[in-house]
């Protein structure tokens, strides 16, 4: 039994992308009888927020709470220098983190501590812990590349790639292992990164997960049979620049001038004021925003298909969006608007019986007649999970936390293992 504690942002109740395939690990390592600690955001600095039997949970927060005008001006002014300081604007965090470490290591010591890679500070405080307590094992999980991240790479945030290239080079050195996605192999084996190799592990996504289709499958139980609409919902992020709403909103509203259906978003992003003139707009469409996970799992059993929408990104960027793999262990029917020939989502549907993938530079009619008759043979079917969990079992929890284990404890049969 090993004794692991993650670091990372959004965990719980409202978790990130990151945290929910944190979870899906956690599940994974707990279930397999190891130690677990998670160290997240939360409302206040917390040692023990939520404790198990093999699973604690602690809580830092996010910035220190202000009481009087003075505080407020000085916290103002603290924040505007913290620029200087991007992308860890947040020192007063990393000391929560390292302080929670600590004392997590005086009551059971620790042996691996896995840090994602964003948001930055968890990073920062992983690698400060390690320099402190050098014996102790460091794995960064790359969910969010740091050196190669979108949002670096636009705006001003670009006045820093050049010192966060130095901070990955930084923070690699100094850690046991990294694990990679697979998405971004042609980046990390390329000759920038060789020094590295031998502590370079490669992982997907692992969100293949059966408890997610039995769970579906009992929330359909309970669902009336009697059903007239055709139910489409789409969750997570929407951004204006890389993942927006209009083509599928345009579909749609073509669509339910013969079929019945109703278009609901949870969602979270630039796209918000859209989506609410929109749903004020056509009794078609709904704009709920972001929602908790165990209300989402609620509202897609009681859909018929989910939506899906790829990420408009340059080439060289193959982020993947996690909830592809929620939607596809579902075994519901998929609607994905392709954002192009560079849509990594492609790779993953393609292998996806219960698929429809769109692209938005076909004939809009054709698109509609395809819509028309996915609808008509599809609603009400799902593919096995055995099929899914065979065909994407990279995309497991189970073969994440393998590598996990390989690397943790000298085994190397799983590195680079293509």
Not at 99 to 123: A, G, S
Not at 316 to 331: E, H, L, W
């Amino acid at each position: 039994m090993s004794h692991c504690v993650f670091l990372l942002g959004e965990y719980d109740p409202l978790p990130s992308a990151n945290g929910i395939c944190v979870k899906a690990l956690v599940d994974e390592m707990v279930f397999r009888g190891n130690k677990v600690d998670v160290i997240c955001n939360g409302e206040e600095y917390r040692f023990g927020y939520k404790q198990d039997i093999n699973i604690n949970i602690h809580t830092v927060l996010r910035e220190k709470k202000t009481k009087n005008q003075i505080d407020k001006c000085i916290h103002k002014f603290i924040s505007i220098a913290s620029l200087l300081s991007y992308p860890i604007r947040n020192t007063y965090q990393v000391k929560q983190c390292i302080q929670l470490l600590k004392k997590i290591n005086e009551i059971n010591e620790i042996d691996c501590v896995i840090v994602c890679q964003r948001p930055f500070v968890t990073t920062k405080a992983g690698v400060a812990f390690k320099e402190i307590f050098p014996d102790i094992k460091l794995f960064i999980y790359e969910l969010d590349s740091l050196g190669n991240d979108l949002f670096n790479n636009i705006g001003w945030r670009r006045i820093f790639i050049n010192k966060c290239k130095r901070m990955e080079d930084h923070y690699y050195s100094t850690s046991n292992a990294i694990l990679h996605l697979e998405c971004n192999r042609q980046l990390y084996e390329s000759e920038s990164y060789l020094k590295y190799r031998g502590k370079s592990f490669f992982v997907d996504i692992p969100l293949i997960e059966e408890k997610v289709y039995s769970e579906q499958t009992e929330f359909i139980k309970e669902l009336p049979l009697d059903r007239k609409e055709v139910n489409m919902i789409y969750s997570g992020v929407l951004l204006k620049e890389i993942r927006e709403p209009g083509y599928i909103i345009k579909l749609v509203k073509h669509l339910s001038e013969d079929i019945h259906c109703i278009l609901t978003f949870y969602s979270r992003g630039s796209c918000d004021d859209e989506l609410k003139k929109e749903s004020c707009e056509n009794d078609w469409i709904k704009s709920m925003g972001y929602v908790s996970r165990n209300v989402l799992d609620k509202e897609m059993a009681a859909s018929d298909f989910l939506i899906s929408i790829g990420n408009s990104l340059a080439e060289t960027n193959n982020a993947v969006p996690s909830k592809i793999f929620v939607y596809m262990s579902t075994g519901k029917p998929i609607i994905h608007i392709l954002s192009g020939d560079n849509d990594i989502c492609k790779k993953y549907y393609e292998n996806y019986p219960n698929i429809l993938l769109i692209d938005p530079r076909d004939d809009l009619k054709d698109n509609l007649r395809l819509l028309k008759r996915f609808v008509g043979e599809k609603r009400g079917t799902r593919v096995p999970f055995e099929i899914v969990s065979e065909t994407l079992y990279k995309n497991t929890p189970q073969y994440s936390v393998d590598v996990i284990e390989n690397a943790l404890h000298g085994r190397s049969s799983l590195r680079n293992l293509r």
